[in-house]
T-cell receptor, first 111, second 115 residues
Framework: EDQVTQSPEALRLQEGESSSLNCSYT??????LFWYRQDPGKGPEFLFT???AGEEKEKERLKATLTKKESFLHITAPKPEDSATYLC????????????FGSGTKLNVKP | GAVVSQHPSRVICKSGTSVKIECRSL??????MFWYRQFPKQSLMLMAT?????????EQGVEKDKFLINHASLTLSTLTVTSAHPEDSSFYIC???????????FGPGTRLTVT
């Protein structure tokens, strides 16, 4: 069964304290892995798409990496405005329309 | 680019009435649109997928007669919650994807409260 597990559930960081969020997945043929950011009371905001193991993408303080079993979202020198819930989703080759979402990691960056 | 809007952002209705939520892709053609439901502190639950001009495909456990979805054009999809009950109160989010790219772009969500 296709599934996505994110860890930790919640993460508290001091401003400037770098860390990583994990997304482990089990899928019958990965078509794509997606990272989103969601602020309270808002819809998810697209961050990255990763297609194959070894791929990396960066945007400002965020860097996403992908292996055959998991993805990491690295946050370098985070700022309070990076506080949000980060969602990971995968799409399997067998189902073009369905995203399997993880439960998210709630990140709180304190000044 | 890739902006999706939803209207209304908040709605309060009485039990037994129907509510329509609109989802629009503002700067691209959405060949596929999705409707999700999100409970507090939980992840997104896919309700249904629709392709322009076709009937929606509902996920298991989602009542198609209660949650009516219409994808009338390449920029507009609507979700109508019929005979709403308090248990239908939730955060409803739509997303859209154009032909080709895999990623979905999400709207800002609609908070539905049924009293």
């Amino acid at each position: 069964e296709d599934q996505v597990t994110q860890s930790p559930e919640a993460l508290r960081l001091q401003e400037g304290e770098s860390s990583s969020l994990n997304c482990s997945y089990t899928v019958s043929g990965l078509r794509g892995l997606f990272w989103y950011r969601q602020d309270p009371g808002k819809g998810p905001e697209f961050l990255f798409t990763l297609y194959s193991a070894g791929e990396e993408k960066e945007k400002e303080r965020l860097k996403a990496t992908l292996t055959k079993k998991e993805s990491f979202l690295h946050i370098t020198a985070p700022k309070p405005e990076d506080s949000a819930t980060y969602l990971c989703a995968v799409q399997a080759r067998g189902n073009f329309n369905k995203f399997y979402f993880g439960s998210g990691t709630k990140l709180n960056v304190k000044p | 680019g890739a902006v999706v809007s939803q209207h209304p952002s908040r709605v309060i209705c009485k039990s037994g009435t129907s509510v329509k939520i609109e989802c629009r892709s503002l700067d691209f053609q959405a060949t596929t649109m999705f409707w999700y439901r999100q409970f507090p502190k939980q992840s997104l639950m896919l309700m249904a997928t629709s392709n322009e001009g076709s009937k929606a495909t509902y996920e298991q456990g989602v009542e198609k007669d209660k949650f009516l979805i219409n994808h009338a054009s390449l920029t507009l999809s609507t979700l109508t919650v019929t005979s709403a009950h308090p248990e239908d109160s939730s955060f409803y989010i739509c997303s859209a994807r154009s032909r080709g790219p895999l990623e979905q772009y999400f709207g800002p969500g609609t908070r539905l409260t049924v009293t």
